[in-house]
């Protein structure tokens, strides 16, 4: 790694970090601003048994407060504090073991799409025009239209409910099926589309045609050139998809009732769990950042033209 290398990821991590820090106070305030509270969906709850919750978690002091010891709690500590409705559990706790569902799945899916969806974008390219190349496109158009609630409730009644193939619960290995499926079939598209582009525009390049004026072989040219340098925008899109689905696939994980950090994501939202909400909104934020510096490092992997300006 050279010093122009070093000094650029050093550039990022700053920059990384003010972007969580915006996404912090942005989420603090704005939810904070929504009327309500955690715990004003207790049942039977007396204004004193609801000061004395407040008082216990913080939430009677002034925002600002609030909002600074939060800060100092996060950045010095790394402590997300207490659940307000899973009492007697932290943060942390919570999002660690929804993570590790989460992952799983995330990464499973985003590597099938990413393999499926470079194979089909590049025989696409190859055959382009030909009766295999209209039926990929089309096909792909279908997944990217169609929204992953409307993909994965089609899939869950068709698979699970009526040919009962698979378990319509996502707590098990075979009911994670659907799950991945579902999960990988909008970036599986998008990814196939994105490679077809590419590729297209890298073999009408000048270098291509002089290859194959030099009688270079056809598998050299798509593997050794071709291929390669399409690839570029596919990671560009790759890092941060990996990131948006492992911690984003809030609905998937909801029709699934896949045990991860999306579903403990929607239900801190509907009850109110300011510190759940904020955790798992940082990690989100935290993974976006550092898979967008992953993928620019692999650009120069790729592309060793590219340069840290």
Do not use: C
């Amino acid at each position: 790694m050279n010093g122009k290398t070093a000094l650029y990821i050093v550039k990022r991590l700053i920059l990384a970090a003010v972007t969580v820090w915006i996404v912090i106070t942005i989420t603090f305030f704005v939810m904070r601003a929504v009327p309500g509270g955690p715990f004003m969906g207790e049942r039977a709850i007396s204004a004193a048994a609801q000061a004395q919750l407040e008082a216990k978690y913080g939430l009677d002091k002034p925002l600002l407060t609030q909002y600074f010891t939060y800060l100092k709690d996060i950045f010095l500590h790394f402590d997300f504090g207490p659940s307000l409705k899973q009492r007697g559990r932290d943060v942390i706790g919570i999002i660690a073991d929804g993570m590790r569902t989460s992952v799983k799945l995330g990464v499973i899916a985003a590597f099938i799409s990413l393999g499926v969806g470079v194979v089909l974008g590049s025989v696409a390219a190859l055959r382009r025009n030909k009766f295999i190349d209209r039926v990929i496109m089309v096909i792909t158009t279908a997944f990217v239209s169609m929204p992953s609630f409307i993909m994965g409730s089609l899939l869950l009644v068709l698979f699970a409910l009526k040919l009962g193939w698979v378990p319509a619960n996502g707590t098990t290995a075979a009911g994670m099926i659907l799950p991945i499926i579902t999960l990988a079939l909008y970036p599986m598209a998008y990814i196939t589309r994105l490679t077809r582009s590419s590729m297209l525009d890298v073999l009408g390049q000048d270098y291509i045609r002089t290859a194959r004026a030099k009688g270079v072989s056809k598998w050299k040219i798509i593997f050794g050139h071709a291929l390669k340098n399409s690839l570029i925008p596919v990671i560009t899109y790759f890092g941060p998809m990996l990131a948006y689905i492992v911690t984003g696939s809030l609905v998937v994980e909801k029709i699934f009732a896949v045990p991860g950090i999306g579903r403990a994501f929607v239900n801190s939202i509907t009850g109110r769990d300011y510190p759940l909400i904020m955790g798992t909104t940082i990690i989100l934020a935290t993974l976006i950042v550092i898979m967008n510096l992953v993928s620019d490092i692999l650009y120069k992997l790729v592309d060793p033209r590219i340069t840290f300006d």
